[in-house]
């Protein structure tokens, strides 16, 4: 499998060139994600609309949230750079957390296995949703994919894949750009 690319994803990839493929996968560090993805100024797309839940299994929705920002990180346990973003964000969670709630929205079919990448990852500051794969649509057509929305529910930051191997680097950009919008 391409690292980065959903499954689903992978169909339709098939009669692209090779040469494409690549190209397709590769992080985008802090760019604007695909053409016909979620992209910056424009509005989030309802989770609860999209079948999300919380770790109860109750609907989940961006609305209810208290901070005036949200970070949203769509990941799977089959998205290999997702097992060095995840950790990486939940480290940074805490110094943003009275202006903004980071969420991880978890696209494996099988809930009790996103359950469980996530136990795994020992992820303690995000706020874990759930979703099937079929559902994510426009939100992760690049895996994993990060956006800011703002009190509005309009992305103001978003981020497409994730370096795996400038870990250190990631952070710093990230932490640079959510000071700069949550000033």
């Known amino acids: 499998m391409t690292p980065g690319v959903r ?38 797309p309802d989770l ?3 079948g999300a839940t ?20 769509i990941g799977a346990a089959w998205c290999v750079p997702c097992k060095k973003e995840l950790p990486a964000w939940d480290k940074i969670a805490p110094e ?13 079919h099988d809930m009790a296995e996103g359950k469980k990448f996530n136990d795994k990852l020992k992820l303690v500051n995000l706020t874990r949703v759930y979703m099937s794969e079929d559902k994510a649509g426009s939100l992760a057509l690049t895996m994993p994919s990060t956006y800011v929305v703002d009190g509005k529910g309009v992305v ?28």
């Open 96 to 108: 943003f957390k009275a202006k903004m709630t980071f969420v991880a929205v978890n696209i494996n």
């Open 48 to 50: 609860k609309a999209l």
């Open 156 to 183: 103001r930051l978003a981020h497409c894949g994730f370096e795996k191997g400038d870990v250190e680097g990631e952070v710093k950009k990230l932490r640079a750009e959510l000071q700069k919008l949550t000033k």
């Open 54 to 73: 919380d770790e109860a299994g109750k609907s989940f929705t961006l609305k209810a949230l208290k901070t005036p920002w949200t970070l949203v990180t």
């Open 7 to 44: 499954p689903s994803a992978m169909r339709a990839l098939a009669a692209v060139p090779v040469a494409f493929l690549f190209v397709a996968g590769a992080p985008v560090a802090h760019a604007e994600c695909d053409k016909d993805a979620v992209n910056v100024g424009s509005r989030m």
